[in-house]
């Protein structure tokens, strides 16, 4: 898994690339922005999930820069995934950013209190999808709500 | 023309003719007749010629000279008057005289005269004025009516035997007054009787009172009086008259006829049975003077197979026979009142469980769109946002099917909250509220707030939310709101919603009849809390704001 190192990645291009992680039950979403992300000159993909468990197994294992996790998936959903990150300190450097097909206020404030730095539409255009992913990779997102 | 004494005593002889009802004779010292009218003569049917000089022995044929020669005989012994009721047979018709006997002196004389006086008439006066009282007493006992009449100025009074036996005074004691009769009273009752009789002599018009009496026998009777006092020529009431009517039987009739009323009453007011059937035995005990024991048996028993105790009469198990038909009837109604509730329980466990399997279907079906077009539809989002145009025309073209999507994900997430809000799995009660109170607020053009507390939600998430969306939707739909709160609370154990609004408010009617008007949201609601053993009610705010109020308390 050394070619998934950031530091490694980047020396081939000059630039740091952030590594993602990305959880969607959803196969056709998750590989869309699986796609978008590995297209994106700074971004990288280190690791896929379709559920809770897999997700949180699989960002402890990655250690990535950024997680985008859906909020509505199977066995654990992706504000109890960043919870429990939160609270076991198990991927301290990992930003995460949350996904829903339905956002509202509410869920915003849980994700906020959740500790994830953002929480997006799903119908967020796939080009501000990368740039907040970056963002957030590299710290410069507080919170933001699409 | 002078006439001495024995012309005019001839003359007044003579006018004593046949058929008056005065006789006139005199006899000698052998009791021979020296004169005689012809209407005493008359009496024994001869002539007066033919009785002077002669003893009635002589005149009279038979028994009738004897006996009336034995009367002669014995004051002309004693020398003292003798007065005897002689009945007669005028032509078939009875006639009664009255003979006085009485010894004369006439100088040195001692003769014996007789006076005869025709009674017939004023005895049969008497006989009817006799037969009138004796009929007069037997209607008066009959009917338990007592008269008396008060001599107001000469304090006199007469009571009728019935008054006497009423009071239970003797009626060979002293002659009756006021405060005789006041003795019969209780003290408590006297003050009324003195009242009234105070008012009657003093306005003159007639007065009724009923009053109760204690006998000497110590029973206690009930009297109605009535009395009518009679003004004399100075205007001042002299007299009154009046009668006192035992209602003491009617009285008991009445009292037993409104405790059987009241129990009948109390049973339908809800009264549970036990505690009916304690007063009803106790009211039959407190009237029939029995013990409860007894009286249970008997209202237990069916009131034709009543084997009476002794002492109690027809009324008094009649009486019986009415409670216990009361209690039949408050027993026969609780019974199917019980049914009644047992199957509107079943009926509001069926329409709870219908509605609890419409949730689970509603959410499984907004779950499936969720998880399947809507995420499509996202993911194909992505895919048209990605494409470059490769011919002209091509931009517009990706344009519009890019809007398409997004109307697309739009109408299907309105649908999903209509369905069932998603949000409930991830983000809880007050997120999937929020979404489905403000997708309610926006299509009736309403405001709407929502207040929760932390504690209460997680325990009745699924019915709140189904609950709050129904009367959400009727407060649109009937009472024309602007502004809605939904309010979810804990309550102990129990969680509490509360949906207010600021419309026209719900007739209590209409709720009465809810269900059969086809208000099936509130009707359902309230199935649907009660299912699970809470409450719901709908009515006016708390607040005491227009509008109406809905209030589920769902035990957690």
Redesign the interface.
Known sequence: MGNDHPVLNGQGTGALTRRVFIAD??E??RS??AR?VAEHPSLEVVGQASDGEQALAGIVACQPDVALLD??MPGM???EVCRRLQAEGTAPNARIVLI???P????ST?AAEAGAVALLG??T???TIAAQLLAAAEGRVGWSVE | MSAGPDDVAGALLEALRPGSSIGVAVHDEQLRVLLISPSLAELSGTAPEEQLGRTLTEALPGEVGEVAEASLRAVAASRRPLLRLEPAVDAGRERGWLIHVYPLEHGDRELVAVIALDVTESRRAHDRLQRTRERLDTAQRMARIGSWSWDVAGDRWHWSDELYRLTGLDPAGPPPDFEALLQAIPGEDRAAIRDVTTRALRDGRPYEIRFPVLTPDGRRRILRGRGVPERGESGAVERIHGFAQDVTELARAGRRQRAAAELGRRALSGVPFDVLAADAAQAVAEELGLDLATVGRLLAASPEATQAPAGVGEEDVAFVAAVANVLASAAARLRSEAEVAAQSEARGRLVALALDAEDRARRSISETLHDGPLQDLLALGHDVARLRPAADGDEQHLERVHGGLARAVTQIREVMLDLHPVQLQVGGLESALQAICHQQARAAGYACRVEIEPAASGRRDELVLSLARELMRNAAKHAGAREVLVRVTSEGAAVRLEVADDGGGFPAERLADALGRGHIGVASSRERAEAIGGSFRVGPRDDGRPGTQAVALLPG
């Not at chain 1, 509202?104 to 869920?107: F, H, I, K, N, W």
């Open positions: 039950d959803h056709g979403y869309g922005v978008l909020v509505r959903n992706g504000i829903t097909g339905t509202d206020p509410v869920l849980q799903k119908e255009p796939p080009n």
